[in-house]
């Protein structure tokens, strides 16, 4: 059974930084991709970043040049380096997996950016 579980939320003021982590179980980790979501209160799960097994990276166009996403395949963790933060990030956060069929999700971890 797949497993993602996040870390890593908070509260942060506008321009501040934080470091999201979800660590896999159940899977062979360094075999798939894994993406970053997010969804605020009202709207749509969006995309935020995703990473191929191979190491190949795409951004949601939001958060390009302040997100960087990243895989430590010896830990079975993909992270998720948030600077320069804004209210408008203010979100839920979710890790997922496209994993035999079906799309696993984590619980996701709550990040609130304001003053």
């Known amino acids: 059974q797949v497993q993602l579980v996040e870390s890593g939320g908070g509260l942060v003021q506008p321009g501040g930084s934080l470091r999201l982590s979800c660590a896999a179980s159940?899977?062979?980790?360094?075999?798939?991709?894994m993406g970053w979501y997010r969804q605020a209160p009202g709207k749509q799960r969006e995309l935020v970043a995703g990473i191929s097994s191979g190491g190949n990276i795409n951004y949601a166009d939001s958060a390009k040049g302040r997100f960087t996403i990243s895989r430590d395949n010896a830990k079975n963790t993909v992270s998720l380096q948030m600077n320069s933060l804004k209210p408008e990030d203010t979100a839920v956060y979710l890790c997922n997996v496209y994993f035999r069929g079906k799309t696993n999700w984590g619980q996701g971890t709550q990040v609130t950016v304001s003053s």
């Open positions: 159940g899977i062979i980790f360094s075999m798939y991709a």
